[in-house]
């Protein structure tokens, strides 16, 4: 037995959602539907084969529209020395039921039988999910081109199909994105469905499964990807072999192999090899119609627009710059940058690239410190230390970021209310404010926080009054400048 293990390219640039939800939908209709199709399962096949054998017996019985349909389906179907042996006295007994109606001879009886038989058989076809829900050539329902596709027989079925729709549906998703790829999936698993119905189409075996869509993806892949190589596990009785092997000779032989096994064995292997190589046609000629008509090209350049980063213009200003050797501007710029966006990461690490240039080391270092505090602050981070973050915020203003140091000063008081850091916090927003932001009004609430403060200041006091009475005097001083919002 061969399996497909992985291949080459087994990363893609975003998610798998649509694969992920495909499998799981699949996995959930299983889940919601196998049981109770292995619980009808034997109720479905007794009257059925009851209904043949009454029917073969005794012709002449009257029955319902849907069962002489049937009947004339499966009779279609069968060769003609079948029904000759229904009425054979040497025929073996399918079981007490069919042991029973050898015997009877009485024409209301033998009535009375098949009308009960009718009546259980569009009971069962009212709630079968096979009848329902699965593709049944003789019988198409639009409905069940789509519904049959996410039907599965027991769990080695399921995941066989669920594999293959892994290993090739995602990096065919990467391509094409999260709109070409499910329509095709769909397509494809429809178009597989009435390829077996061409070449059954008196069929009355429900076909169900998601490996006509599989099929489709696979010759999709490999008009795609042809020249990719798939890891193969090959094993027979206690030989294993690993090998690896190229798309383009790989894919084709199975398709000749279904289409050996389609021609010899017909439906009788319980498998629809023919839906399989409708699939695969489809999936590869689709494919060519999405690369030749320039889907494919869009939806990838609309994958990349969504996954590109693009660089905010004052990064590209510093980096080009500092590329010119004009360091000073460079850090100029990223300052401002950085102070207008504080989650700015990027202009952190330039700024410490710039002052590494420069030489100047300190500053270098007050970057990285600032830099790690922002990526902790980042990650959901709110409460440093206090003396640490204290020294941070002298760092923000040192470097004449003012704006963002209040707000730091600020944002520490808050944290630590009784600690004697909050009470030097709010004595430096206050400054700050009053000095160089003007900011009266603001540096006055500071103030006045710092004299309510619950942390001891006595040997504060005369500075957070002459702060309060600088402020005061500032707002009472014509044309004095706004406060923020």
């Excluded at 096949?45 to 012709?59: C, D, K, Q, W, Y």
């Excluded at 069929?203 to 869509?213: D, N, Q």
């Amino acid at each position: 037995m061969l399996i497909p293990l992985r291949h080459e390219n087994m990363e893609g640039r975003r998610w798998p959602v649509v694969t992920f939800a495909l499998i799981a939908l699949n996995i959930l209709v299983f889940l919601c539907t196998h049981w109770k199709m292995e619980e009808q399962a034997p109720e479905r096949a007794e009257v059925r084969m009851h209904v043949i054998i009454l029917a073969g017996i005794h012709p002449e019985l009257k029955k319902t529209q849907e069962v002489q349909q049937f009947v004339d389906e499966v009779q279609n179907k069968v060769p003609e020395q079948f029904w000759k042996q229904l009425s054979s006295p040497n025929r073996k007994v399918e079981d007490s039921w069919d042991a029973r109606i050898r015997l009877m001879e009485d024409p209301e009886l033998l009535q009375a039988e098949m009308d009960g038989l009718a009546a259980r058989f569009t009971e069962e076809e009212k709630s079968s999910i096979l009848g329902n829900y699965a593709f049944v050539p003789a019988r198409p329902r639009p409905i069940t081109y789509l519904t049959s596709m996410f039907l599965h027989t027991g769990w080695l079925h399921l995941i066989g199909n669920m594999w293959f729709l892994w290993l090739a549906g995602f990096i065919l998703e990467d391509k094409w994105g999260r709109v070409i790829y499910p329509v095709f999936y769909l397509l494809a698993g429809a178009a597989a469905s009435q390829f077996h119905a061409w070449f059954y189409p008196g069929s009355i075996v429900p076909a169900l499964g998601a490996s006509g869509a599989v099929a489709a993806l696979m010759g999709g892949f490999l008009v795609r990807f042809p020249k990719m190589k798939i890891h193969m596990l090959w094993f027979m009785l206690i030989f294993r072999i690993r090998f690896k092997a190229y798309a383009f000779w790989l894919l084709p032989l199975w398709l000749l192999m279904e289409v050996f096994y389609g021609s010899l064995f017909g439906q009788a292997s319980g498998v629809a090899h023919w839906a399989h190589v409708g699939g695969f046609i489809f999936g590869a000629l689709a494919a060519l119609v999405i690369g030749r008509t320039g889907l494919e090209h869009k939806a990838n350049a609309a994958i990349e627009e969504k996954i590109s980063w693009t660089a905010d213009p004052a990064i590209v200003q510093g980096t080009e710059l500092m590329e010119q050797g004009k360091l000073d501007e460079a850090i100029t710029i990223l300052q401002k940058h950085a102070a207008a966006k504080p989650e700015a990461m990027d202009a952190y690490s330039l700024l410490q690239q710039l002052h590494w240039r420069k030489n100047d080391l300190p500053s270098y270092y007050q970057e990285a410190a600032w830099q790690n505090y922002q990526e902790y602050t980042n990650a959901g981070g709110d409460r440093m230390p206090t003396a640490t973050w204290l020294e941070l915020c002298r760092i923000v203003e040192g470097q004449r970021n003012y704006e963002r140091a209040v707000a730091e000063y600020e944002h520490l008081a808050g944290a630590y209310p009784k600690e004697r850091q909050s009470l030097l916090a709010l004595l430096s927003a206050g400054r700050l404010s009053l000095k160089k932001l003007n900011r009266p009004s603001d540096a006055l609430g500071f103030y006045k926080s710092a004299a309510a403060s619950s942390v001891p200041h006595l040997d504060w006091e005369s500075n957070i009054q002459a702060g309060i009475q600088d402020a005061e005097n500032a707002l009472n001083t014509p044309y004095a400048p706004a406060t923020k919002a």
